[in-house]
């Protein structure tokens, strides 16, 4: 059965670095989501994308954020300067045939920023 | 604006119980509503969707939900609780104005009790 992979499963990094957390979607899926969960909390979406481009994002998604479907399997999300308050699970997720169809989702990327 | 209100952040029952998770969402057009559960250290997984027709949808480990436009809610319910229902639940919304962008609710944690 196919499923969205995430590398790694968790990533310690310092205060100021940057992160890439790699997903590998389902491969004839269009739709492609970046979601975070602080510990104990909510399901957050940060950004949506699709046709090579973003769809839309939050307004946790700032400058520091970026995504990419570098070359037509993975879809990263970058974090350009970590904070201490990066830290969470994050999920990616994707989907086809529409966005009203079912979000298969990744087992998550654990960012523990120190 | 788009949001997602469940209401209890906890909800415990007796096995074989009724299960009943609220979930009320505001939405300016027309939603696509989801059900997710998310067992521990896990990502999430769809139960069940309403994006048009039958009010009452029907989805995995015997869960359903009803679509009530008029009370603008989508409760989860299940007749009789099973020890491995005990996880998050998460209720999310889809709307595309454009931009695509799912929302969650805040999550009902379920125990089970023996």
Same mark, same amino acid.
């Given at each position: ?8 499963? /968790? ?17 004839? /899926? ?43 399997? &993975? ?19 994707? &989907? ?19 | 604006?788009?949001? =997602? ?13 009724? =299960?009943? +998770? $609220?979930? *009320? ?7 696509? +509503? ?6 521990? *250290? ?5 139960? +069940? ?11 995995? *480990?015997?869960? %359903? !939900? %009803?679509?009530?436009?008029? %009370?603008?809610?989508?409760? +989860? ?9 005990? !996880? %998050?639940?998460?209720?999310? =919304?889809? $709307? *595309? ?11 009902? $944690? ?5």
């Amino acid at each position: 059965e196919p499923e969205v992979t995430q590398t790694p499963s /968790h990533q310690v990094t310092q205060m100021g670095q940057e992160v890439i957390l790699r997903c590998v979607p389902i491969s004839n /899926h269009l739709y492609f989501y970046w979601y975070r969960q602080i510990l104990g909390q909510k399901v957050e979406f940060l950004v949506s994308f699709y046709n090579n481009e973003i769809s839309e994002k939050s307004e946790i998604f700032d400058d520091q954020f970026s995504v990419e479907r570098p070359d037509g399997s &993975n879809f990263t999300l970058k974090i350009r300067s970590t904070k201490l308050e990066d830290s969470a699970m994050y999920f990616c997720a994707s &989907n086809g045939g529409g966005i009203y169809n079912e979000q298969f989702f990744g087992p998550g990327t654990r960012l523990t920023v120190l | 604006a788009q949001s =997602v209100t469940q209401l209890g952040s906890h909800v415990s029952v007796s096995e074989g119980a009724l =299960v009943l +998770l $609220r979930c *009320n969402y505001s939405s300016s057009v027309p939603p696509y +509503l989801f059900w997710y559960v998310q067992y521990p *250290n896990q990502g999430l997984q769809l139960l +069940l969707k309403y994006t048009t027709g039958a009010t009452l949808v029907k989805g995995i *480990n015997g869960f %359903e !939900a %009803e679509f009530k436009k008029s %009370e603008t809610s989508f409760h +989860l319910t299940k007749p009789s609780a099973h020890m491995s229902d005990a !996880a %998050e639940y998460f209720c999310a =919304v889809t $709307r *595309n104005t454009g931009g695509f962008k799912t929302i969650f609710g805040a999550g009902t $944690r379920l125990f089970v009790k023996a």
